[in-house]
């Protein structure tokens, strides 16, 4: 390895370390509050629209406003009555097995815009094992960087940048 690809890797290490953070606090811990500060407010605002929506007929959003909601969940810091039900909700949700002796962060994340970057978590080869010509199992997190907090996640499972219309309607569906 030349000086030039130490640089490389070294640029790339805060985005790469900010995905492994959020996997941390999500897949690993199961630590609700950690994995929300890992994350960007649009994905927090995806993530809580969809929750409220799907419990929409429950008496748990009886009289509440899905929008408010929303923006509260927003923040770094949420302060709703409504937080320790979702909290719970996600954890006991948590479907994917990571962990940090057979899961890693791939090498060279992809550039998808000029704040936005692919990363992908990627199973790892078995001690002694290489993964040449076959599939190999990964996890799609893009990462947007911002000034204040830096690289957060800004959406997960995909490969494509989230339209600004998935945000724009945070009502109640028409009935």
């Known amino acids: 390895m030349n000086l030039d690809d130490y640089a490389m890797y070294a640029a790339q290490?805060?985005?790469m370390n900010a995905a492994w953070?959020?996997?941390?606090?999500?897949?690993?811990?199961?630590d609700m509050r950690s994995t929300w500060g890992a994350t960007h407010?649009?994905?927090?605002?995806?993530?809580?629209?969809?929750?409220?929506?799907?419990?929409?007929?429950?008496?748990?959003?009886?009289?509440v406003d899905i929008a408010t909601v929303v923006e509260a969940f927003?923040?770094?810091?949420v302060d709703h009555d409504l937080w320790e039900p979702f909290a719970r909700d996600q954890v006991n949700a948590i479907s994917l097995a990571i962990d940090?002796?057979?899961w890693g962060v791939e090498a060279?994340?992809?550039?998808?815009a000029c704040d936005v970057m692919l990363v992908r978590l990627v199973r790892l080869p078995l001690e002694?094992?290489?993964?040449?010509?076959?599939?190999?199992?990964?996890?799609?997190?893009?990462?947007?960087?911002?000034?204040?907090?830096?690289?957060?996640?800004?959406?997960?499972l995909s490969e494509h940048i989230p339209t600004l219309a998935s945000y724009s309607s945070l009502q109640r569906p028409a009935q």
């Open 128 to 156: 002694g094992a290489k993964f040449q010509d076959e599939v190999r199992t990964s996890v799609s997190l893009l990462m947007q960087y911002d000034v204040r907090p830096g690289w957060r996640l800004l959406y997960a």
């Open 21 to 30: 953070a959020f996997a941390d606090a999500y897949w690993i811990r199961s």
């Open 74 to 77: 927003a923040e770094d810091r």
């Open 100 to 102: 940090q002796k057979t």
């Open 108 to 112: 060279n994340p992809e550039v998808v």
């Open 41 to 63: 407010p649009c994905m927090r605002r995806r993530w809580a629209h969809a929750w409220l929506v799907a419990l929409e007929e429950g008496p748990l959003l009886e009289g």
């Open 13 to 15: 290490a805060p985005v």
